[in-house]
Structures are given as C-alpha cells and as structure tokens.
C-alpha cells in the first residue's frame, strides 16, 4: 500500500518545462523546445513529500520515474534477512526509479529526507514519447547507462577502499553535484542522517562520526550539525585519489 499519505499539489510550485531552473540536469534536456509542449503534456508537477514519506515502495507496480524538484530522496532495498540496504540518495535535477524500467515493479522503496518535490513521468506515457523522440530515447538509455555504471562503482567503492576513502568520495561526489545545479560546492546540508551515510557506505555509525572529526582536526572540512564545509578539497582529493578516474556513484 503506498504510505506517502501526506503527498499533495503545489499550485506554487507548478512550473514550467521551458523555466524550470533544473532542465539542464532533467529530461527536458533531450528535446528540443518545440517539443517540450509534448512532455509537459504527461508530466505531473508539483507533487510534495513531506519527510518520511514514500515516494513508493519496493515491490509494488512501477508506474512512474519521478525527478526530484527540490529536497533529497533515499532509496534503499530490503535484504533477505529483512534488514534494510540504503542503495542512493537523489538531489534536485535527478532522476529517481530508473532502476525499476527492466520491470513491471518497483526496484526499491524511496523515502523522502526532507520536504521534497517532484516531477512524476508516466512509465506508459514516456515509453510513448521516447518512441516519437529518437533524442529522448537515446536520453533515456545514457541514464540507464549510468545506474549501471554507477551500481558497479559502488561495489568497487565498497569492497576496495578505506572507511577514510568512502567519505571522502561521497563528500567529493555530493561536491561535484551541488556545483552542477549551480550551488556551493564547498558549504552545504546533508539531507541524510549519519546512520543512512554510514548504511550506504557499509561502515559503523561510529566509525563515520570518528572520520568526520578526523577530518575537522586535519583541517580538511568544518561540520556543524548536517552543514559540511570543505575548507581544503586538494588534502580530500588527497584521500581519494582516484575520485576523477572512479567517478564515485552519482547519486548511487
């Protein structure tokens, strides 16, 4: 049963394709602008998750890939013992539930982290518009390109590197994401908890609080609170020398 109880319609929040802040990092950047009238045609904007909610849950019928407008996204899967596995965390402009289009069910469950905002596209009703824009499709497949890219960086992420390593490449990773949308990438929020950074990365709560004092006492970064501030990127690049040849997952 879905459980986002508390989703509703922002007419404020109501937007545009063809104004949206965010259409170079969504779908609209695959179309041309005389064609953006057709994807906003089966594009429902405006929807707000309220934290915690879900966006869907693993499992049940896949209907739509949702962009994420503003706020942050967890998804996570339920391992065979019943724990739960946190598998990526989506920033505005990204895309969530790509995993799920080899399927008629969803892949994952997708909490929202904070107040959040998306943009939901129809599974039916993109796989017609994709088949009408030769652009889109190809879109649409670099993406899919991407989250298996992205799965098979995490298992190397995982299985090779340092707890040290892990975070400095999922602070380089959110960096390198907040400049894109045209943020700082030095100063910004965590939208997720240490225990979901820590579940992501397959390390102890605290052993992830021990790493980010570590790195405050060598002057690499500044925390208050889920406020990160990377005062020297060189020393954290340092870390996590291969950060630009791995391309740490984005956002999984």
């Not at 509703?8 to 104004?19: G, Q, R, V, Y």
């Not at 960086?153 to 995982?158: E, F, H, I």
């Not at 954290?236 to 391309?247: A, E, H, K, N, Y």
Request: aromatic letters at 6%; charged letters at 25%; hydrophobic letters at 35%.
């Amino acid at each position: 049963m879905d459980r986002a109880i508390s989703v509703k319609l922002s007419p404020a929040l109501k937007a545009s394709c063809h104004t949206c802040s965010l259409s170079n990092l969504c779908l609209p950047l695959a179309v041309e602008e005389n064609q953006l009238d057709q994807l906003e045609d089966i594009v429902e904007q405006g929807r707000i998750y309220d934290r915690g909610d879900h966006l869907f849950d693993q499992d049940t019928p896949f209907r739509s890939c949702l962009a994420v407008r503003s706020g942050a996204v967890k998804t996570s899967i339920i391992t065979e013992n019943g724990s739960e596995q946190v598998t990526g965390f989506f920033l505005p402009g990204e895309l969530v539930g790509l995993d799920s289009l080899s399927g008629e069910r969803y892949a994952c469950t997708a909490k929202a982290l904070e107040r959040t905002s998306v943009c939901k596209f129809p599974i039916e009703k993109l796989e017609e518009l994709t088949s009408a824009m030769p652009e889109l499709q190809h879109h649409m497949y670099q993406l899919m390109s991407r989250e298996i890219q992205g799965s098979h960086q995490l298992a190397m992420l995982l299985s090779k590197n340092s707890a040290e390593e892990r975070i400095a490449a999922l602070l380089l990773s959110l960096s390198s994401r907040f400049q894109r949308r045209r943020m700082s990438g030095t100063k910004f929020n965590l939208p997720m908890a240490r225990s979901d950074i820590a579940n992501f990365l397959g390390l102890a709560v605290e052993t992830v609080s021990r790493v980010f004092t570590r790195f405050q006492n060598q002057g690499i970064i500044r925390t208050q609170g889920r406020e990160v501030e990377l005062l020297d990127i060189e020393s954290l690049r340092g870390v996590m020398p291969d950060f630009d040849r791995q391309s740490p997952p984005s956002p999984r």
